[in-house]
């Protein structure tokens, strides 16, 4: 076990299953004399048997006094909902959970059981769909705060630790299956494979690891090539086709901030080579001025959300997240980008949304003793016409309060000093 991964102080999540790899993870990280608390979440896809799984958890950890905490997701409703297969959606409320609980409990990182099995399956998955280097670098070991230490731990270490020292476990019966393919891999493909290296499975992880010292190399030329030639949501177009291709594919999917497919990079490469312009999933890339800006897919609109506050909220039409927040008293870092906003509380009527612009849109922007229409703002901000359906405005039960990007209304802005007022950030979203 990776031990470099785990702070000596503070607490430390597991997100335990009941499996033989979470239980493993659980209780070496507690012999190792770590503090641990265990995280269950119910996925709730195999009735009575996720309950059990549940149970069995929570039952481990009482009897070993061990911090436990649980939550039950319908994943079959998140997937239909989201137009997700299954498996992505029991991901992403899987780790929506364990930010929480992580939240709650006051853990310092999370910690996850994936195996240098795990590994190697994901390597071989990826290979067959077809993949760049990035794909074949495996599970990454740390993604923000959640760790994954147990990389280098094979399936059969795992097995052999729980064997010695008596310590149960809950069988998934999916995991027996070959109607997925992560498990055809692991019962065909990699015994296959070691029939030709019996140790396959760590090989697997010296490639991923040596694949990812390269892709982290070529990454930072594109990072670099960035900071040189990027301005916010464009790129110089004559320089960004005068790059490689390591580089230019690399910066192309990191202003896009999201995934995209190979046709997709090189169509929006061969746009700033003609001066077109692109539409991909979501996106457009369209040549102006020199330029190749990147916005929402054309002719697509924001609906309208109502913002959690305090938390997050997705916009996902135009690649974005929305942060709210109280805080007691307003800072300098506002109203500078018009993407971080501070609102007097006392000002603000109802519950804030943010939604695309209506037909007769305007707004008193803050010390300019005028009204605009939003038509005004943005022309006067160099928004491309098919951009504006899907930049964020913020409005309350009174209107408007301000659009991101653009202008904050002169009704709720805070002042530097002021005090009890709501900040709401809009990041680009990782992709």
Same mark, same amino acid.
């Given at each position: 076990? +990776?031990t470099?991964?785990l702070p000596?102080?503070?607490l430390?999540?597991?997100?335990v299953?009941?499996?033989?790899?979470?239980?493993y993870l659980?209780?070496?990280?507690?012999?190792l004399?770590?503090?641990?608390?265990?995280?269950h979440?119910?996925?709730?896809?195999?009735?009575?048997?996720?309950?059990? +799984?549940?149970t069995?958890?929570?039952? #481990?950890?009482?009897?070993?006094?061990?911090p436990?905490?649980?939550?039950?997701g319908?994943v079959r409703? #998140?997937?239909?909902?989201k137009?997700l297969?299954?498996?992505?959606?029991? /991901?992403?409320?899987?780790y929506g959970?364990?930010?929480?609980?992580?939240?709650?409990l006051?853990a310092?990182?999370?910690?996850?059981?994936?195996?240098?099995?795990?590994?190697?399956?994901?390597l071989?998955?990826h290979l067959?769909?077809?993949?760049?280097?990035?794909?074949?670098?495996?599970?990454?070991?740390?993604?923000?705060?959640?760790?994954?230490?147990?990389l280098?731990?094979?399936r059969?270490?795992?097995e052999?630790?729980?064997?010695?020292r008596?310590?149960?476990?809950?069988?998934?019966?999916?995991n027996?299956?070959?109607?997925?393919?992560?498990?055809?891999?692991?019962?065909?493909a990699?015994?296959?494979?070691?029939?030709?290296?019996?140790?396959?499975?760590?090989?697997?992880?010296?490639?991923?690891?040596?694949?990812?010292?390269?892709?982290? #190399?070529?990454?930072?030329?594109a990072?670099? #090539?960035?900071?040189?030639?990027a301005?916010? +949501?464009?790129i110089?177009?004559?320089?960004?086709?005068?790059?490689?291709?390591?580089?230019?594919?690399?910066?192309v999917?990191?202003?896009?901030?999201?995934?995209?497919?190979?046709?997709?990079?090189?169509?929006?490469?061969k746009?700033?080579?003609?001066?077109?312009?692109?539409?991909?999933?979501?996106?457009?890339?369209?040549?102006?001025?020199?330029?190749l800006v990147f916005g929402?897919?054309?002719g697509?609109?924001?609906?309208?959300?109502?913002?959690?506050?305090?938390?997050?909220?997705?916009?996902?039409?135009?690649?974005?997240?929305?942060?709210?927040?109280k805080f007691? /008293?307003?800072?300098?870092d506002?109203?500078k980008?018009?993407?971080?906003f501070s609102?007097?509380?006392?000002?603000?009527?109802?519950?804030i949304?943010?939604?695309?612009?209506?037909?007769?849109?305007?707004?008193?922007?803050?010390?300019?003793?005028?009204?605009?229409?939003?038509?005004?703002?943005f022309?006067e901000?160099?928004i491309p016409?098919?951009?504006?359906?899907?930049?964020?405005?913020?409005?309350d039960?009174?209107?408007?309060?301000?659009?991101?990007?653009?202008?904050?209304g002169?009704?709720?802005?805070?002042?530097?000093? +002021?005090?009890?007022?709501?900040k709401?950030?809009?990041?680009?979203?990782?992709?």
């Amino acid at each position: 076990m +990776d031990t470099d991964l785990l702070p000596r102080d503070g607490l430390i999540l597991c997100a335990v299953s009941g499996g033989a790899d979470s239980m493993y993870l659980l209780c070496r990280v507690r012999e190792l004399g770590y503090a641990a608390a265990a995280a269950h979440f119910n996925h709730g896809l195999r009735g009575a048997a996720s309950d059990r +799984d549940e149970t069995f958890v929570r039952e #481990f950890c009482g009897e070993h006094d061990i911090p436990f905490i649980s939550e039950k997701g319908d994943v079959r409703a #998140f997937a239909k909902e989201k137009t997700l297969g299954l498996e992505e959606a029991g /991901r992403v409320l899987r780790y929506g959970f364990l930010e929480r609980a992580a939240d709650a409990l006051g853990a310092s990182v999370v910690a996850t059981a994936h195996t240098a099995d795990d590994n190697a399956e994901t390597l071989l998955l990826h290979l067959a769909r077809g993949t760049g280097l990035a794909g074949l670098t495996g599970i990454p070991a740390v993604r923000g705060r959640v760790v994954r230490p147990m990389l280098d731990v094979t399936r059969e270490e795992v097995e052999a630790y729980l064997r010695e020292r008596g310590i149960p476990h809950v069988e998934d019966a999916t995991n027996r299956r070959d109607e997925y393919a992560r498990n055809r891999v692991r019962h065909q493909a990699v015994p296959a494979l070691e029939t030709v290296n019996p140790a396959f499975v760590r090989a697997a992880g010296r490639t991923a690891r040596l694949l990812g010292a390269d892709e982290a #190399f070529l990454d930072g030329l594109a990072r670099d #090539f960035l900071a040189e030639s990027a301005d916010g +949501d464009s790129i110089d177009a004559r320089a960004l086709t005068a790059q490689s291709w390591p580089v230019a594919s690399r910066a192309v999917r990191r202003m896009a901030g999201r995934e995209l497919a190979l046709c997709h990079v090189q169509a929006i490469l061969k746009a700033a080579r003609d001066g077109g312009a692109a539409d991909v999933p979501g996106l457009r890339a369209a040549c102006s001025g020199g330029r190749l800006v990147f916005g929402p897919a054309a002719g697509q609109t924001l609906p309208e959300r109502v913002l959690a506050v305090p938390g997050e909220t997705l916009i996902p039409e135009a690649g974005l997240t929305v942060l709210t927040a109280k805080f007691t /008293r307003c800072t300098e870092d506002v109203h500078k980008s018009y993407n971080i906003f501070s609102f007097q509380c006392e000002n603000i009527y109802g519950s804030i949304t943010v939604a695309g612009r209506r037909p007769g849109d305007s707004l008193r922007p803050a010390g300019r003793n005028c009204t605009k229409t939003l038509k005004q703002l943005f022309q006067e901000a160099g928004i491309p016409s098919w951009q504006r359906d899907t930049v964020p405005v913020l409005r309350d039960e009174r209107g408007i309060l301000g659009v991101a990007g653009v202008a904050v209304g002169e009704r709720a802005c805070a002042r530097p000093g +002021d005090r009890d007022i709501l900040k709401i950030e809009f990041r680009r979203t990782a992709g």
